[in-house]
């Protein structure tokens, strides 16, 4: 989880992209930490998923994360889930008025899914995880117009993780000079327990 809100708050390039995958990773590992014991897991998966559920959740998430090229070209995307399809669709009709546009979106999402034209290329593919999603978009997104204005529309967003801003407090509480010389895994050790520990109150 301080991974994603980490990623979720760097300066250096729009992360909308990752945020689905982020929260679908973080229940994953806490999955794997605990064996996939769902007696273990549970208590803290079911916390994270109903604050996803009520306060995070957001069409734009999971239509970034179609638009993403870094999971296009990855053999285990979650791109053809029903809930991302959906909330691309309603992306769609949400930001672009047009019906006859809203159409041709639809059509063009089978090009960018099948990888034809511009997004054969392998360059695309190289370049898919290495370049910032919407200047990819620019670069390679010419096979599918009205998608590409689209994704750079929606993948130009900024998130941030202020929602969590409290926990970042955790981070510093632990990492101060008395204690700044902790190894580096006693110090996730800590801020994992702490963390896991304000989760439980809530």
Known sequence: LIR???????????SIGYVYDGMYR????????????????KPFTSIIKDRW?????????????????????DKFNMCTKKEIMDSFVEMV???????DIQRKCIDEVAI?????????????FDSSKS???DEWWRVFGCSAPNIQSLAIKILSQTSSSSGCERNWSV????????????????????????YNLRLKER
């Open 171 to 194: 981070f510093e509480r632990i990492h101060t000079k008395k204690r700044n010389r902790l190894e580096h895994q006693r110090l996730n050790d800590l801020v994992f327990v702490h």
């Open 26 to 41: 973080a229940r994953r590992a806490i999955k794997n930490i605990f064996k996939n014991k769902k007696k273990l897991y």
């Open 112 to 124: 960018y899914q099948d990888r034809l034209g511009s997004f054969a290329r392998q360059l695309a």
């Open 4 to 14: 994603m809100l980490c990623i979720m708050d760097t300066d250096r390039m729009p």
């Open 93 to 99: 009709t949400t930001l672009i008025s047009d019906r």
């Open 131 to 133: 370049m910032q999603t």
């Open 53 to 73: 559920d009520k306060k995070l959740r957001r069409d734009i998430h999971a239509a970034a994360y179609l638009l993403n090229p870094a999971f296009l070209y």
